[in-house]
């Protein structure tokens, strides 16, 4: 049922609220369009209401005002549907009476909205979705919240601001809309700055000044004055010297040899006279060898031991004197004979 006030070229009328979801139209829910009964369109008509039809609604019991357009005016007698986000923002509730007032709104020039939460501005373009989601939306008023859907989430927007005046159209204009930093968001807190008592400044090491008269040269006396640095003579390094033929000989029967190693410091060419001697001692051990048993193999000589196998020793002399030892030959090499297995 409802209840009419006679005004001249007015409209206003109350009816009771329900929720757009009672007639199947879901798309409704992104947007401030209602549904109105057709009465009231003849009644708008009957006063020459112009396009686009604008509406104040009031809910007189909580004190709430906001602004709509209409969509369709299919509804029953007496009966409105408003969207859900809408009635949520009027404190009513199903079957309450509401207030219906014909508006006539200024074009918005500028617009300041709050969102709920961060997760709106981590959208890679929120004033491209927002100005899509506008085109929904006839009017805007200070002080409600608007209902933004994008990827199957609800995004909700307060109105904190709108200029000219607070409520504006929104309808074939230009308007500049400004972001405030959310609800939920919270400024990072700064680490307390030290006090000037506590602070210490930095020590600063006073640096000698540049010249730039170049070097200077040394005087004849500071020359004369100075003493050359003394210089540590480094000992000769002892370098070995190569000598042939020191090693130890090695007899093939196992025996150890009589003959005494070569010593470095003797001189391989020997005198002419000593080289005769050691020819003639060479032939008596040639010969002496030559009367051992056939068919052995003999290496060396055997001229110093006598037939049984064992060394001459010379006798002492009576005087006391001790005996003169015979030198015997060195070690030639390639001045033997050679022998023949045959004998």
Request: with cysteine.
């Amino acid at each position: 049922m409802a209840y009419e006030n006679h005004h001249d070229a007015a409209f206003e009328k109350k009816y009771r609220c329900y929720p757009i979801s009672f007639i199947d139209k879901p798309y409704l829910e992104n947007g401030d369009k209602i549904v109105m009964p057709p009465s009231a369109l003849d009644r708008l008509a009957y006063l020459h209401i112009e396009y686009p039809m604008l509406f104040e609604l009031s809910n007189t019991s909580a004190g709430r005002v906001t602004h709509c357009g209409v969509m369709e005016f299919i509804a029953d007698e007496g009966l409105i549907y408003l969207p859900y986000w809408m009635m949520e923002n009027m404190l009513l509730q199903e079957g309450d009476i509401v207030e219906v007032k014909n508006a006539s709104l200024a074009k918005g020039s500028y617009v300041k909205l709050q969102p709920h939460t961060k997760d709106f501005l981590d959208i890679s373009n929120p004033k491209a979705v927002l100005e899509t989601t506008l085109r929904s939306y006839s009017c805007l008023t200070t002080g409600d919240t608007i209902m933004v859907p994008y990827n199957n989430k609800k995004y909700y927007i307060n109105v904190v601001e709108t200029k000219p005046s607070t409520a504006v159209s929104i309808i074939e204009t230009d308007c500049e809309v400004d972001f405030i930093p959310p609800l939920d968001f919270k400024e990072p807190e700064k680490p307390p700055s030290p006090s000037l008592s506590n602070r210490t400044l930095p020590e600063v090491k006073e640096e000698p000044p540049l010249d730039f008269k170049g070097p200077e040269k040394p005087s004849s006396s500071s020359l004369s004055n100075r003493t050359p640095p003394e210089v540590k003579e480094e000992p000769p390094k002892k370098i070995a010297k190569f000598s042939p033929f020191t090693g130890s000989g090695r007899r093939l029967n196992g025996k150890s040899s009589t003959q005494p190693a070569v010593s470095p410091s003797s001189p391989l060419i020997d005198n002419p006279q000593q080289n005769a001697a050691n020819g003639i001692n060479g032939s008596k051990s040639s010969s002496a060898s030559s009367r051992q048993k056939s068919g052995k193999l003999v290496f060396g000589s055997n001229a110093n031991q006598s037939s049984n196998g064992t060394p001459n020793v010379l006798p002492k002399s009576s005087s006391g004197e001790p005996p003169q030892v015979e030198e015997k030959p060195k070690f030639q090499a390639f001045t033997g004979k050679k022998y023949s297995l045959r004998g």
